[in-house]
């Protein structure tokens, strides 16, 4: 209700819930889906589990999302889903991307398993496309250790998801029996313990979101202020951002040159907690050694394995991974003097950036 959703189906992790939601779609061996490079790994395993082909568009970089102008040209007759990720919690346009989805018939499910409560004009997130798919994951903004779900208001949708993710049983709504429906299934149930924890932590979710919220746009109209530090832009329909990373871009030249881990060991050494995020995901070696194994070599030949890296890079995405910095949605929740104290940080390196870029 809270994500204006129709159906939910509970699961063991956010990573089930998007294996799920494929499992649902029928995604296999042969099949192409659309993924972004800025994003935590599952987002393409899952893509794997189905021995389907990940197809990576380049990250726009003022946004860090999925970039929608790049989209269409990576569609071709094998697509069968595309995954935008909402990164970070700020929403990918969605507009164009369900817009080119409805042309060339793809289906697109939502990776929101970062993006609890953000909105896409005035929605949640997580009520646009085939289905959207949630974490409960210890870092995420709403959280019991581990945990996922699916949210859809297509009922044929629903039940599908729920038979994959219960060995195929599926209920009946009326009479509440169970019958088997053909199909590759698994167990990836969420437990009552889970659900449980759940249920007490949705008490103060909006609270926590608005406190996030203000806290990180009163950050951002201090960061904007200073040279070299270019906080992440909204698309315009983003109407409600969750911050579950806050994310920047930092610019060594207006640092007197101080490379990026060293502006990160200082900050951190001003005891504000950051990390340079994502690597590039469309060059890890789980991906090249997973599309050399047997099955893809015999489904895909070799041909198309070998032409896979030049056909997926990302050149804007691996701009991105070596300026980014983060701050994580806990960071968030406390007064707004913390982010007094995060841009007087900022400001203090930058005032000292000479004398850090000269030492070792
Ligand atoms: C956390 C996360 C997942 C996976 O969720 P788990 O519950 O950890 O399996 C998938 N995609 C994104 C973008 C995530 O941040």
């Given at each position: 209700k809270l994500n204006d959703a129709k159906f939910c189906v509970a699961t063991s992790s956010g990573t089930s819930a998007l294996l799920t939601s494929l499992g649902a779609l029928g995604v296999g061996p042969g099949d192409e889906v659309i993924v972004p490079p800025y994003t935590f790994m599952a987002t393409v395993t899952v893509v794997l589990l189905h021995y389907a082909m990940p197809v990576f568009v380049d990250s726009d970089r003022e946004t860090f999302l999925m970039d929608p102008r790049k989209l269409e040209q990576a569609i071709t007759d094998r697509t069968a889903a595309i995954i935008p990720v909402h990164i970070g919690g700020a929403v990918a346009d969605m507009d164009s991307i369900l817009a080119i989805a409805k042309k060339r018939n793809v289906r697109v499910i939502g990776d929101a398993c970062q993006a609890h409560l953000a909105q896409w004009r005035n929605r949640s997130a997580g009520s646009w496309g085939t289905s959207a798919c949630y974490s409960f994951q210890l870092s995420k903004n709403l959280c019991s250790g581990e945990g996922g779900a699916i949210l859809t208001n297509d009922e044929d949708m629903a039940d599908k998801c729920h038979a994959f993710h219960n060995c195929c049983r599926r209920r009946n709504r009326s009479s509440g029996k169970t019958t088997y429906q053909g199909g590759r299934n698994t167990n990836v149930r969420m437990t009552e313990f889970q659900g449980a924890l759940l249920l007490s932590q949705m008490e103060g979710v909006e609270e926590r979101a608005r406190i996030r919220s203000e806290n990180a746009q009163y950050l951002t109209s201090m960061l904007r202020e200073i040279p070299g530090i270019i906080p992440a832009k909204m698309y315009e329909g983003c109407t409600r951002n969750a911050y579950h990373i806050y994310m920047f871009r930092y610019q060594p030249e207006h640092f007197a040159n101080l490379p990026r881990h060293k502006f990160i060991r200082a900050l951190s050494a001003e005891g504000i907690p950051c990390s340079g995020g994502y690597g590039p995901l469309n060059k890890v070696d789980f991906i090249r050694d997973a599309l050399h194994s047997r099955p893809y070599l015999r489904v895909y030949g070799k041909e198309a394995i070998e032409k896979w890296a030049e056909r997926n890079e990302c050149p804007e995405n691996d701009k991105l991974c070596s300026e980014a910095v983060w701050f994580m949605?806990?960071?968030?929740?406390?007064?707004?003097s913390d982010m007094d104290e995060i841009a007087a940080a900022i400001r203090k390196i930058q005032a000292h950036a000479p004398a850090l870029a000269a030492k070792a």
């Amino acid at each position: 209700k809270l994500n204006d959703a129709k159906f939910c189906v509970a699961t063991s992790s956010g990573t089930s819930a998007l294996l799920t939601s494929l499992g649902a779609l029928g995604v296999g061996p042969g099949d192409e889906v659309i993924v972004p490079p800025y994003t935590f790994m599952a987002t393409v395993t899952v893509v794997l589990l189905h021995y389907a082909m990940p197809v990576f568009v380049d990250s726009d970089r003022e946004t860090f999302l999925m970039d929608p102008r790049k989209l269409e040209q990576a569609i071709t007759d094998r697509t069968a889903a595309i995954i935008p990720v909402h990164i970070g919690g700020a929403v990918a346009d969605m507009d164009s991307i369900l817009a080119i989805a409805k042309k060339r018939n793809v289906r697109v499910i939502g990776d929101a398993c970062q993006a609890h409560l953000a909105q896409w004009r005035n929605r949640s997130a997580g009520s646009w496309g085939t289905s959207a798919c949630y974490s409960f994951q210890l870092s995420k903004n709403l959280c019991s250790g581990e945990g996922g779900a699916i949210l859809t208001n297509d009922e044929d949708m629903a039940d599908k998801c729920h038979a994959f993710h219960n060995c195929c049983r599926r209920r009946n709504r009326s009479s509440g029996k169970t019958t088997y429906q053909g199909g590759r299934n698994t167990n990836v149930r969420m437990t009552e313990f889970q659900g449980a924890l759940l249920l007490s932590q949705m008490e103060g979710v909006e609270e926590r979101a608005r406190i996030r919220s203000e806290n990180a746009q009163y950050l951002t109209s201090m960061l904007r202020e200073i040279p070299g530090i270019i906080p992440a832009k909204m698309y315009e329909g983003c109407t409600r951002n969750a911050y579950h990373i806050y994310m920047f871009r930092y610019q060594p030249e207006h640092f007197a040159n101080l490379p990026r881990h060293k502006f990160i060991r200082a900050l951190s050494a001003e005891g504000i907690p950051c990390s340079g995020g994502y690597g590039p995901l469309n060059k890890v070696d789980f991906i090249r050694d997973a599309l050399h194994s047997r099955p893809y070599l015999r489904v895909y030949g070799k041909e198309a394995i070998e032409k896979w890296a030049e056909r997926n890079e990302c050149p804007e995405n691996d701009k991105l991974c070596s300026e980014a910095v983060w701050f994580m949605q806990n960071m968030f929740l406390g007064p707004r003097s913390d982010m007094d104290e995060i841009a007087a940080a900022i400001r203090k390196i930058q005032a000292h950036a000479p004398a850090l870029a000269a030492k070792a």
